[in-house]
């Protein structure tokens, strides 16, 4: 076996010390350059540097002539240099002249060099520049070689991200790395956010580049291979995880990926060319992802998710990281950036700071959309591939209403979004003008306008909206927060300050919807292949009776002498409100034996969300003291596609006949009846829908406390009798399938009315 190759180890150790000298930003590339020429023997060292406008320029050469310097540019695709950006692959060419993409450049005089090797420089898997060497002779240069070109590239990777070439830039042109970008996706909450990037689940930042001791980074990384290998056998051994299914498929594929001989070879090798255990890491997962970004097969991309998480987790034990950045850093203006992450994660971070979010996935109804949209933070959903384009720390700005994100935006985008900023606090006092009006529409009908809420945070918004009431308050988020169960004196005080700080206006409390996506941490719950569908909600509530008993006992403890209000989530079927009242009439005795104050009144309601009540209407209005509609699961069942799974979440319109129509049939059978009926569903919130809703029948809409303004000044422009014979011609037309939204929007615009 051969002998570490020294050479590699020097260069980069050379490097460092050129890194370090107070030179100026062209001297250091020069020295670097020259440094690298002579250290792998070419005649040609070059670097050319990716600018933000797809060229890239000749930044420095030891051996072309010194006058191409900032003047030989190629674009990507083009030419050799071209090509390797492109592909972000090295390209090894004994005769460069053979290779079809070889193209001249006069200027640069490189005629005469036959042989070219040349490597991409990137960064998170970005291409920031390419690397090149030449020699006269035809030769084809070791892998050892190809090896410690690439390692070199990553050093000067950081050279560009450091920032200092920025300053090399001819006139009128600037880096690719600090590009502004703008990403399309979907607004998920209203609302303009200015600020600073933070990685929900950062890119670890590696700063110590280049090993002292070369053995000693082996024995680091090999120790830490094997305690991540530990970690995930652990994870696949635990009995929660079943034996088939998404999760496992995960874990599983992880397994796989942290015994591939080849990533740990890769890693090796990089630490015997140089670098410290964790740059190894580092360059090894650069490469990976550049070469896996370029896949169009989604399969593949997506075990790029799987490689960067595994990369990551391999760092932190490296450099004895926690995850997620502490409280104390978080800027003062956060914007969140993440692949994907539950509701309590977001809830996590200290409100105060957050400014926006941004996620990869992330559909308009998932929870932590709701979470987001309670907290009243600007949200963009599908942004593709946001969390590996935007560096901890840039500025960005986050547009929820047209679904935008500007990553490093120039001075003119921001000025005009602190204008918007500035025009939507204006409008926002004008919707504070109305909020001791009573929505009434033009006609005289009055709509009740309630909110959501679910936190000690949502109550401040009960006054400042004008919100009539709570007429959705989701307690599974008080568990979802929570480190443990909450006890029932816990639960009893929670609920105790939120009637407290609602007085005369009604809080209707919906009993625990738990399971699904709402995952409460110390609550051991099965592995389901289809949560949604699956042991949740009032399932869950009656299967473990205890859980659900506890949660009435300090509903029915905090309300004494005051109506209360429950409501029964994921109802199926009639029996589960039978089966409900029983377990509340059990404890009105057992506080009645304790002798506490009783509710003067106490109303038992459904929520329809599963299709199956709706054959069920005239039974389910008997029994239930009142109904409220969430849209969002009715509407996920309804059409079958996942409110969380962006390929089918906003697939189908809400505002269509069929869902409609399943609408309309409910609010008559509520008002044949005579009980209330409301719809408390993401669709309430908005202005447009709502008005349907309205045409529909709808008098009592309960949203988030952001959407109140809004829907109050829709709601005062609005002709009910009009909207409502509108609804009716649409519904009455059993033929055409789609339209339902234009034509709305058009009526609106006609009457008038702001959506
Ligand atoms: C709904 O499904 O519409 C609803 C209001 O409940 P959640 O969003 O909490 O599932
Ligand atoms: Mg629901």
């Not at 709402?518 to 859980?547: C, F, S």
């Not at 199926?572 to 002798?595: F, K, N, P, S, Y």
Request: contains cysteine.
């Amino acid at each position: 076996m051969r002998g570490p190759p020294a050479g590699p180890r020097v260069l980069l150790r050379r490097l460092r010390e050129i890194m370090a000298e107070p030179i100026s930003a062209q001297d250091r590339l020069d020295k670097i350059v020259s440094q690298i020429a002579a250290n792998v023997v070419a005649e040609v060292c070059s670097v050319y540097v990716l600018r933000s406008d797809g060229v890239l320029e000749l930044y420095a050469t030891q051996g072309l002539k010194p006058e191409s310097v900032h003047h030989a540019a190629l674009r990507v695709g083009q030419g050799l240099v071209g090509t390797i950006a492109a592909e972000a692959r090295p390209l090894n060419l004994p005769n460069a002249q053979n290779h079809p993409a070889y193209r001249y450049l006069p200027e640069t005089g490189e005629e005469i060099y036959s042989s070219f090797l040349g490597v991409p420089i990137l960064r998170a898997g970005r291409t920031l520049g390419v690397l090149v060497v030449q020699n006269r002779t035809h030769r084809t240069y070791y892998d050892e070689e190809v090896e410690a070109l690439q390692t070199t590239a990553m050093v000067m990777a950081e050279t560009l991200a450091v920032g200092e070439l920025e300053r090399l830039a001819q006139p009128g042109t600037s880096l690719d790395l600090k590009r502004a970008i703008t990403v399309k996706g979907v607004g998920l909450c209203e609302g303009v956010g200015l600020g600073h990037v933070v990685l929900h689940e950062p890119r670890v930042v590696v700063t110590a580049l280049i090993a002292e001791d070369t053995d000693a980074e082996t024995g680091r990384l090999e120790s830490a291979i094997a305690s991540l290998r530990l970690f995930v056998d652990d994870m696949l051994s635990r009995d929660d995880i079943a034996e088939s299914g998404e999760h496992r498929d995960v874990l599983e594929a992880y397994r796989m990926f942290a015994h591939d001989r080849g990533w740990v070879r890769r890693m090796t090798e990089a630490i015997r060319n140089g670098l410290t255990a964790e740059a190894a890491v580092e360059k090894v997962q650069s490469d990976t992802r550049a070469r896996l970004q370029r896949q169009t097969d989604p399969f593949l991309r997506d075990r790029l998710h799987d490689f960067d998480d595994l990369a990551n987790r391999l760092l932190r034990v490296l450099m004895n990281r926690a995850h997620g950045p502490l409280a104390e850093e978080l800027p003062r203006d956060s914007i969140i950036v993440a692949r994907n992450m539950g509701a309590a994660e977001l809830l996590d971070y200290d409100r105060e700071r957050v400014r926006g979010l941004v996620l990869e996935e992330g559909g308009p109804t998932s929870h932590v959309t709701i979470v987001a949209r309670a907290l009243g933070i600007a949200s963009v959903g599908r942004a593709a591939n946001i969390a590996s384009l935007v560096e901890n720390g840039d500025a960005i700005i986050v547009d929820g209403l047209a679904g935008e994100v500007h990553a490093r935006p120039p001075a003119d985008v921001q000025e005009a979004y602190a204008e918007k900023v500035r025009f939507r606090a204006r409008r926002q006092e004008q919707y504070l003008l109305l909020r001791d009006k009573p929505a009434m529409t033009r006609d005289g009908e009055r709509i009740a306008l309630h909110m959501n809420a679910g936190l000690v945070v949502d109550l401040p918004h009960l006054i400042e909206s004008g919100a009539e009431g709570i007429g959705l308050f989701r307690t599974e988020l008080q568990f979802m927060i929570a480190a443990r169960m909450p006890r029932l004196g816990e639960q009893k005080a929670f609920y105790g300050k939120i009637l407290e700080a609602a007085g005369d206006r009604p809080v209707t409390f919906r009993t625990l919807d738990i399971g699904g996506d709402k995952v409460v941490p110390y609550l051991h719950t099965v592995q389901e292949e289809n949560p949604a569908m699956g042991w949740r909600a009032i399932r869950l509530g009656l299967d473990r009776p205890g859980l659900l008993r506890m949660q009435l006992r300090a509903l029915l403890q905090a309300s004494p002498g005051r109506e209360l209000r429950i409501m029964l989530p994921m109802i199926t079927d009639l029996w589960e409100i039978q089966r409900t009242r029983e377990l509340v009439d059990r404890e009105i005795a057992h506080i009645r034996r304790h002798g506490y104050v009783e509710p003067t009144d106490i109303r038992i309601g459904a929520m329809i969300e599963v299709p199956s009540l709706l054959w069920q209407l005239e039974g389910l209005v008997k029994i239930a003291d009142f109904v409220s509609v969430g849209s969002n699961d009715l509407h996920q069942f309804m059409t079958a596609s996942d409110r969380g799974n962006v390929m089918v979440a906003g697939r189908f319109d809400p505002l269509s006949r069929p869902f409609l129509r399943a609408l309309r049939d409910i609010v008559t059978a509520a008002d044949t009846a005579g009980i209330p009926v409301s719809l408390c569903g993401e669709m309430a919130g908005n202005p447009l829908s709502a008005m349907a809703l309205i045409g529909l029948g709808y008098r009592s809409l309960s949203m988030s406390a952001a959407a109140i303004g809004p829907v109050k000044a829709m709601t005062l422009a609005l002709d009910a009798g009009k909207v409502a014979s509108t609804v009716e011609t649409l519904l009455a037309d059993r033929e055409t399938g789609d339209g339902v939204r234009s034509a709305l929007a058009d009526f609106a615009v006609a009457e008038g009315v702001p959506f």
